[in-house]
């Protein structure tokens, strides 16, 4: 025998028009035994300004949903907002496979409400079709950054379907990479293997920065040594995108990269600077313990970098590195000294300034030196002017500006007279800042000289010590320490 319904339908909705919760229950209950006629009248309900009626209209509608998934789909382009977003969001409860293109629209929908419910059902229904992923991922092109925004938000949790599509869009354009990148570094984990494999396979250099970036953003302990040897690579983009993902990765890839040092399969470039100066706390021990390294062209490399970091950790290991045999070495010591202004750089590089044999060791510490020293040593270093070769000359000339006395005056007059323009050009810019009225009858003879460069530097440096003295800021070798 067939069983009828008690009640009518018309009769039904009146009673879910009642505020009493226990009869609308019942109503709904009822409703659904009228089955595919129940879809209208539910729809209708869902723009009812009573939310626990629009949510029992849902469930309703989710109960006939073998009737109701084409209605919901159609409901997708009504005009009230609210039906829209709630038929969204039971096609998503409901996992109608045959809701996503129409969903996929709704992605651009002028209501936020709709685009946020349109992007949580898709994640929801699934993407078995791979058609509708592509689709998603064309949406990153949109003009409208909500809709750029919400598709990211879809394909970051479809997860690993989206993957390839993705990843193919990397490969073919570059509009968009950071975005693609961003999403993929996100699912991509589980796809590493892949992504390691390209790294041999792909000759294209866009691409394969591309992947490198990628692997960089994944920080997988797992990619550290894949990527390491892109540090030699011969392009230099391919390079500090090795050093960036490196970088990216964290402290952990410092160990793993100075084993690759130390065993000559890949060697130091200054390009890595970044990375050590970012994980200073691990890279500084490595630098210093390179500094003994057998092969000289490590040890130099260490110095230079220790000087670039400057870490008070290297300063002793960098003053023992002055007594090497290594006069290169020994140059870079004194340079990596140089960045310290600390006291204790002055002795050990005084006496080598006073003890080395090559002009450019003396040179470069004198250089190292002359932020840290005081007067006293400025002038007993300025005293061997006459002795020393061109090089060295001209470093004086320069510590002579810093230090004004009488002493470095007659000196910056002395260097005046040598034949050599570029002691001429700094004797000028010492005198300049000296600023007695010797030093501007020295300027003012420069200016007569054959060099126009020369001429025109003493003349530039003529008016700037008269512009001084007009107000009243010029000043003597009684005063120098009031004036910078």
């Given at each position: 025998?067939?069983?009828?319904?008690?009640?009518?339908?018309?009769?039904?909705?009146?009673?879910?028009?009642?505020?009493?919760?226990?009869?609308?229950?019942?109503?709904?209950?009822?409703?659904?035994?009228?089955?595919?006629?129940?879809?209208?009248?539910?729809?209708?309900?869902?723009?009812?300004?009573?939310?626990?009626?629009?949510?029992?209209?849902?469930?309703?509608?989710?109960?006939?949903?073998?009737?109701?998934?084409?209605?919901?789909?159609?409901?997708?382009?009504?005009?009230?907002?609210?039906?829209?977003?709630?038929?969204?969001?039971?096609?998503?409860?409901?996992?109608?496979?045959?809701?996503?293109?129409?969903?996929?629209?709704?992605?651009?929908?002028?209501?936020?409400?709709?685009?946020?419910?349109?992007?949580?059902?898709?994640?929801?229904?699934?993407?078995?079709?791979?058609?509708?992923?592509?689709?998603?991922?064309?949406?990153?092109?949109?003009?409208?950054?909500?809709?750029?925004?919400?598709?990211?938000?879809?394909?970051?949790?479809?997860?690993?379907?989206?993957?390839?599509?993705?990843?193919?869009?990397?490969?073919?354009?570059?509009?968009?990479?950071?975005?693609?990148?961003?999403?993929?570094?996100?699912?991509?984990?589980?796809?590493?293997?892949?992504?390691?494999?390209?790294?041999?396979?792909?000759?294209?250099?866009?691409?394969?920065?591309?992947?490198?970036?990628?692997?960089?953003?994944?920080?997988?302990?797992?990619?550290?040594?894949?990527?390491?040897?892109?540090?030699?690579?011969?392009?230099?983009?391919?390079?500090?995108?090795?050093?960036?993902?490196?970088?990216?990765?964290?402290?952990?890839?410092?160990?793993?990269?100075?084993?690759?040092?130390?065993?000559?399969?890949?060697?130091?470039?200054?390009?890595?600077?970044?990375?050590?100066?970012?994980?200073?706390?691990?890279?500084?021990?490595?630098?210093?313990?390179?500094?003994?390294?057998?092969?000289?062209?490590?040890?130099?490399?260490?110095?230079?970098?220790?000087?670039v970091i400057e870490d008070k950790?290297?300063?002793?290991?960098?003053?023992?590195?002055?007594?090497?045999?290594?006069?290169?070495?020994?140059?870079?010591?004194?340079?990596?000294l140089g960045a310290f202004s600390?006291?204790?750089?002055?002795?050990?590089?005084?006496?080598?300034?006073?003890?080395?044999?090559?002009?450019?060791?003396?040179?470069?510490?004198?250089?190292?030196?002359?932020?840290?020293?005081?007067?006293?040593?400025?002038?007993?270093?300025?005293?061997?002017?006459?002795?020393?070769?061109?090089?060295?000359?001209?470093?004086?000339?320069?510590?002579?500006?810093?230090?004004?006395?009488?002493?470095?005056?007659?000196?910056?007059?002395?260097?005046?007279?040598?034949?050599?323009?570029?002691?001429?050009?700094?004797?000028?810019?010492?005198?300049?800042?000296?600023?007695?009225?010797?030093?501007?009858?020295?300027?003012?003879?420069?200016?007569?000289?054959?060099?126009?460069?020369?001429?025109?530097?003493?003349r530039t440096a003529l008016k700037?010590?008269?512009?001084?003295?007009?107000?009243?800021?010029?000043?003597?070798?009684?005063?120098?320490?009031?004036?910078?």
């Amino acid at each position: 025998m067939t069983k009828y319904p008690s009640h009518t339908i018309e009769q039904i909705m009146q009673h879910i028009q009642q505020a009493d919760d226990t009869i609308r229950n019942k109503a709904f209950d009822q409703i659904l035994e009228y089955g595919k006629d129940a879809v209208v009248p539910l729809i209708t309900l869902l723009s009812h300004p009573d939310e626990q009626v629009r949510d029992s209209a849902i469930w309703a509608l989710c109960e006939l949903k073998e009737y109701s998934g084409q209605a919901l789909i159609q409901e997708l382009e009504n005009n009230n907002p609210l039906i829209r977003e709630s038929a969204a969001f039971c096609l998503g409860i409901c996992k109608n496979p045959h809701a996503t293109r129409a969903l996929l629209f709704r992605l651009k929908d002028e209501n936020e409400k709709v685009r946020e419910t349109a992007a949580w059902s898709l994640v929801k229904i699934g993407y078995d079709d791979s058609h509708t992923v592509q689709e998603i991922v064309n949406c990153l092109y949109d003009d409208s950054i909500l809709v750029k925004d919400t598709a990211k938000w879809i394909l970051e949790h479809i997860g690993e379907p989206a993957f390839e599509p993705l990843l193919q869009q990397l490969m073919q354009s570059s509009r968009l990479s950071h975005d693609i990148i961003s999403i993929l570094a996100k699912i991509a984990s589980p796809k590493i293997d892949v992504l390691i494999n390209l790294l041999t396979t792909t000759r294209d250099i866009q691409q394969l920065s591309y992947i490198i970036q990628l692997l960089g953003k994944l920080r997988e302990p797992d990619t550290i040594q894949h990527i390491i040897p892109f540090v030699n690579h011969s392009n230099r983009q391919v390079i500090i995108t090795a050093i960036d993902a490196l970088i990216n990765i964290g402290e952990i890839t410092i160990e793993p990269l100075f084993e690759r040092i130390n065993d000559e399969s890949i060697f130091p470039i200054n390009e890595m600077m970044p990375l050590f100066i970012r994980y200073k706390k691990f890279s500084v021990p490595k630098l210093i313990e390179m500094l003994q390294a057998s092969h000289s062209s490590l040890r130099i490399f260490a110095a230079r970098s220790l000087g670039v970091i400057e870490d008070k950790r290297a300063i002793e290991h960098l003053i023992q590195g002055l007594s090497d045999s290594n006069p290169q070495f020994v140059e870079a010591c004194a340079r990596a000294l140089g960045a310290f202004s600390n006291r204790l750089v002055v002795t050990p590089l005084t006496d080598l300034i006073m003890n080395a044999n090559y002009p450019i060791i003396k040179s470069n510490a004198l250089y190292a030196i002359s932020k840290s020293i005081d007067s006293n040593t400025a002038l007993n270093l300025l005293a061997s002017f006459s002795d020393v070769p061109l090089i060295v000359k001209k470093r004086l000339i320069q510590l002579a500006s810093y230090f004004p006395s009488e002493e470095s005056e007659n000196l910056l007059q002395q260097a005046l007279s040598i034949d050599d323009d570029d002691c001429k050009m700094l004797a000028i810019q010492g005198l300049k800042h000296i600023g007695t009225e010797k030093s501007i009858d020295c300027v003012r003879a420069a200016i007569i000289n054959e060099n126009p460069f020369i001429s025109d530097e003493a003349r530039t440096a003529l008016k700037e010590i008269i512009e001084r003295k007009q107000r009243g800021n010029i000043k003597t070798l009684d005063n120098s320490d009031d004036f910078v």
